[in-house]
């Protein structure tokens, strides 16, 4: 699926009530800014100030859709941004432009970033001949979940379990609470198991897991033991996480490994910059990037 087309995937439901959610934040009680702004028609440009991949084109739209504005596109979703360049145009009331801007950038800025990291990582992944999934976490922020998994998907990665109930990943301390992880994969649903050693891995493997997760392996360690896993249990996935960056991701590459998981994308991915800028005249003013 194109970048465009991932939008089908935000509920309209959820993503206005994450709209009104930012908005009351924002702004909660009297907006005194409103009486010096005031009502009148205005316009605005919105600015790429730093190279990256753009998303979270319906945040954006969702967020000044509910303030009665307009948003004209002049580059499509999954864009790579080269600085400076006019993305968008916004035109609506005065005192609501200026009510959206700040909610709306973070969030753009925020999903472009991420974006902008998967992207990376993938490019890093294809570079060392890998054909595998890179994917993102749960290790998102609280609130901001539905924007970082959606941002993960416009860089391409895959975004891994939404919820808790998306897939049963049984963790460290699922095992130490279960007593072992024959008992922690001896469900119905589709089961992943961290693992810790190669022991490990063939136990929850012949108790009937789906994946398994090689979590904080070194790659001298990492791809011999999926070696020996895949030849006992060649239907089993091998998901390899747990410090791996942009710089060493290509050493966790290899023919046995199915998935690589980074949390690095969400929790550690720069924000982009833009900027909203209000002008009167035909043509919009370009900004300069400090």
């Given at each position: 699926m194109d970048a465009e087309g991932l939008a089908l995937l935000l509920p309209p439901v959820t993503l206005a009530a994450l709209v009104d959610s930012w908005l009351r934040e924002d702004c909660?009680?009297?907006?005194?800014?409103?009486?010096?702004?005031?009502?009148?028609?205005?316009?605005?440009?919105?600015?790429?100030?730093?190279?990256?991949?753009?998303?979270?084109q319906?945040?954006?739209?969702?967020?000044?859709?509910?303030?009665n504005c307009q948003v004209s596109w002049f580059l499509p979703e999954g864009s790579k941004l080269v600085p400076v360049a006019r993305v968008a145009e916004v035109r609506g009331p005065a005192h609501c432009l200026l009510l959206g801007e700040r909610v709306a950038l973070n969030t753009l800025a925020r999903c472009s970033g991420i974006a902008s990291a998967a992207a990376a990582a993938v490019e890093a992944a294809r570079g060392a001949g890998w054909t595998g999934h890179v994917a993102g976490t749960r290790k998102t922020t609280p609130g901001f979940r539905l924007v970082e998994k959606y941002g993960l998907l416009v860089g391409g990665a895959a975004s891994h379990r939404y919820d808790l109930g998306g897939l049963v990943m049984v963790k460290d301390n699922h095992v130490v609470a279960a007593g072992g992880v024959e008992k922690a994969a001896d469900f119905t649903l589709?089961?992943?198991?961290?693992?810790?050693?190669?022991?490990?891995?063939?136990?929850?493997?012949?108790?009937?897991?789906?994946?398994?997760?090689?979590?904080?392996?070194?790659?001298?360690?990492?791809?011999?033991?999926?070696?020996?896993?895949?030849a006992q249990f060649p239907s089993v996935a091998v998901e390899a996480s747990g410090g791996i960056t942009l710089d060493n991701l290509p050493q966790f590459c290899g023919p046995h490994i199915d998935v690589i998981s980074m949390g690095m994308l969400t929790q550690a991915a720069p924000a982009l910059d833009f900027s909203l800028k209000l002008f009167a005249k035909e043509v919009a003013p370009v900004p300069k990037i400090h």
């Open positions: 909660p009680g009297l907006n005194y800014a409103a009486l010096v702004s005031g009502a009148g028609p205005s316009q605005a440009a919105l600015w790429a100030k730093s190279p990256g991949v753009l998303a979270g319906p945040f954006f739209d969702a967020i000044f859709t509910q303030l589709k089961v992943e198991v961290e693992c810790s050693s190669l022991q490990e891995a063939v136990q929850a493997a012949e108790a009937g897991a789906d994946l398994v997760l090689l979590d904080n392996f070194k790659p001298e360690e990492l791809h011999p033991t999926a070696t020996v896993l895949k």
